[in-house]
């Protein structure tokens, strides 16, 4: 079964700071695809960054960063520099090639506060 | 630019109601998707479409019915709105082609049943 796990619900950082948000995740498939979203605080989530499992090189985006690591079934997003703009709630999601793409897994979320 | 947009972004029911949700796109997307969000929860999905007429259901069905009559248009139904349906619901519409798989998303509607 796929699952996705987000284990810090809430982190909270003084603006300028890096801040990484962890992302780990289950799967039997070995054709996967691992996303990241973010929820604003007007609430429309909005994609940042898809990795299938074919791909493990990182990717950098401006100050956003990922790190796939497939031995450790992590998927963690890393903001450096940090702005008070950053605050939202984060998704980590998974979805397997054998249901289509159809079902994704999202996990609980991790909610991200930058203070001025 | 995708746009996903859903006909309320606040709705406030009392227990027994029928509720209609609507969901439109305009990129002409194969796909489209309901879910709800709930602390802690993250989202859950409960119906997805892959294409005009026809419906699968989600992880948690239970509850719930939906339409999708045509393709821009995908509706999800509170057959009897009941208060553990208070949530917020994200609709969502994808075009699936190679691994271009990522999903946009309205701005959700966020429903009280009281």
């Known amino acids: 079964a796929q699952k996705v796990t987000q284990a810090q619900t809430e982190i909270s950082v003084v603006e300028k700071e890096d801040v990484t948000l962890d992302c780990v995740y289950e799967t039997r498939d070995t054709t996967y695809y691992l996303f990241w979203y973010k929820q604003p605080p007007s609430g429309e989530l909005v994609f940042l960054i898809r990795r299938n499992s074919f791909d493990e090189q990182n990717e950098i985006s401006g100050r956003y960063s990922w790190n796939f690591q497939k031995s450790t079934s992590s998927f963690n997003f890393t903001i450096t520099a940090s702005q008070v703009v950053d605050s939202a709630v984060y998704f980590c999601?998974?979805?397997?090639?054998?249901?289509?793409?159809?079902?994704?897994?999202f996990g609980a979320g991790t909610r991200l506060f930058v203070k001025a | 630019d995708v746009k996903v947009t859903q006909s309320s972004r606040y709705l406030v029911k009392r227990t027994g109601e029928k509720v209609f949700l609507e969901c439109v796109q305009d990129?002409?997307?194969?796909?489209m998707f309901w879910y709800r969000q709930d602390p802690g929860l993250g989202l859950r999905l409960i119906y997805f479409?892959?294409?005009?007429?026809?419906?699968e259901k989600g992880d948690i069905p239970e509850g719930y019915s939906v339409s999708r009559e045509k393709k821009e248009r995908f509706s999800l139904i509170l057959e009897s709105a009941s208060t553990n349906q208070t949530s917020m619901y994200l609709c969502?519409?994808?075009?699936?082609?190679?691994?271009?798989?990522?999903?946009?998303f309205g701005p959700g509607t966020r429903l009280t049943v009281l």
């Open positions: 990129m002409d997307h194969e796909n």
């Open positions: 479409s892959y294409d005009v007429k026809m419906k």
């Open positions: 999601a998974l979805s397997e090639a054998n249901t289509g793409g159809f079902k994704t897994i």
């Open positions: 969502a519409s994808r075009i699936f082609s190679g691994n271009h798989n990522e999903q946009f």
